[in-house]
């Protein structure tokens, strides 16, 4: 399949990392340094030029392009990207980013309906990481949430200390030492290195570990990772942009009993925010001021979430909002170079759009019986949701005989509402939805076995 991505910075560059191995794919970009960064390290096409002109597209074979993603930083430009290709060149999907808030605002719901703007799919990262945010807060001490199967199923992330009750077990003696804990670890990540376990490794302190588990028993299952509770009581939100605002929108629309702060350093925008919220104390001031950081409650809050448009400023005001009492403190990065250090410093989760745009981006444009797709970035795998359909060859084999030591791994059976974990003898039924997690490499031999392309389209 062809595809066109219109854009080169962090989240085009991962795109095209990501699609490069199944399809055949040309990256657009004005930025003759960023055009230098794709010819040297990714085996695509790269072009020097504006996306959204018509002989520009031409030059990439738009003619002939099934999918046109369009993530410049240019909301404008991703918008006449995909209307050329429409009108012009009749690709058949098209997918954009749209950061503005004003263009998504509900007064203007029908700007990207099918007769107005030619976009198939309008992908908003302030939105979707404000979303993400909102989810890990239900469930307090995990840094990621992710739903599948239609909610029965929860991919959760914590961080292992040395309080954590399973450090030290191997993963094969966990649910002997802990009957009532029905889960299955599918992802760790031990200094900067991630990987798909084996059930011989054993989970240390400092650990990353990713697992499934059944929604309703997920409160029980962290508190066998030392935690407990539900939702965070007191928010501290740091940050008035588009993500800051949007997370509080969501706060009080879907956390009725949390009470939030946001401070906000310019006094105008402080000043929009607070007539945008009705339940939320909006303060003006410095998140790196103790003073403001005090009157604002840290010392009692549970969860202070760093949103600011500086990197440095979020992890700094994480650091000092913790030393104020601050329980749990999530900081949003965009650095790649930060990301390793962050939580050693004592932040407790780190915040990565690109990571959270670039999974929404995939959700999206998947094909075949893929039900649900989640990158963990782009030295990790991804987690998917693959119906066994009756052309699969794997009707009847069992999951020890599926599994591959380090890149793939059968985290769950769905049969109907029965959520299963899988052992090594359980057999895979007609209809069933199985979530794997699959290394990058593993991606034709998972469409082999379930008869399905999960190439895209």
């Not at 002109?53 to 991703?78: C, F, W």
């Amino acid at each position: 399949m062809k595809v066109i991505i219109c854009g080169a910075g962090q989240v085009g560059f991962n795109l095209a990392r990501y699609l490069a191995n199944r399809n055949h794919v040309t990256v657009i970009d004005n930025s003759p340094e960023l055009i230098a960064k794709i010819n040297d390290r990714l085996d695509v096409k790269a072009i020097l030029g504006y996306a959204s002109y018509p002989e520009v597209l031409e030059k990439a074979g738009a003619g002939a392009t099934d999918l046109l993603i369009a993530v410049t930083h240019s909301d404008e430009v991703n918008m006449v990207a995909c209307e050329t290709a429409h009108a012009l060149f009749n690709v058949k999907t098209k997918i954009a980013r749209i950061r503005n808030q004003s263009y998504l605002h509900p007064n203007w719901s029908e700007l990207f309906s099918p007769e107005n703007l030619s976009i198939d799919v309008v992908i908003s990262p302030e939105v979707e990481v404000a979303r993400a945010i909102s989810r890990s807060l239900r469930v307090p001490g995990a840094f990621d949430i992710i739903p599948m199967s239609q909610g029965l199923v929860k991919v959760i992330g914590v961080r292992c200390t040395t309080e954590t009750p399973i450090i030290n077990t191997p993963i094969s003696h966990i649910t002997s030492l802990f009957p009532d804990l029905d889960i299955c670890i599918i992802g760790m990540v031990r200094d900067d290195k991630c990987f798909i376990p084996i059930p011989s490794d054993i989970v240390r302190p400092g650990d990353e570990v990713y697992f499934t588990v059944q929604t309703s028993k997920v409160d029980k299952t962290m508190q066998a990772f030392g935690y407990e509770g539900g939702d965070a009581q007191r928010l501290l939100i740091l940050g008035g942009g588009n993500i800051g605002l949007c997370l509080a929108e969501l706060i009080e629309a879907q956390h009725p009993d949390t009470h939030a702060h946001l401070i906000e350093f310019n006094e105008k925008r402080a000043e929009f925010i607070a007539q945008r919220l009705s339940k939320s104390v909006v303060l003006c001031g410095d998140a790196l001021d103790s003073e403001v950081l005090l009157e604002a409650g840290v010392e009692s809050t549970e969860t202070v979430v760093a949103v600011t448009a500086d990197d440095r400023v979020n992890i700094l005001a994480s650091l000092l909002a913790k030393r104020h009492g601050a329980k749990r403190a999530l900081a949003l990065v965009n650095n790649n170079s930060y990301s390793p250090l962050v939580t050693s410093l004592g932040v407790d989760a780190v915040i990565t759009p690109r990571v959270v745009t670039v999974s929404s981006i995939l959700q999206n444009i998947r094909s075949g019986k893929v039900n649900s797709i989640y990158s963990l970035g782009e030295t990790f795998g991804e987690i998917i949701e693959v119906e066994a359909s009756g052309t699969s060859s794997l009707i009847g084999a069992a999951v020890g005989d599926i599994n591959v030591p380090r890149d793939l791994l059968v985290a769950v059976i769905v049969r109907g509402n029965r959520v299963i974990i899988p052992n090594d003898t359980t057999t895979i039924q007609l209809e069933d939805k199985v979530i794997i997690m699959i290394s990058y490499r593993m991606i034709p031999k998972v469409e082999k076995l379930f008869a399905t392309n999960l190439d895209y389209t």
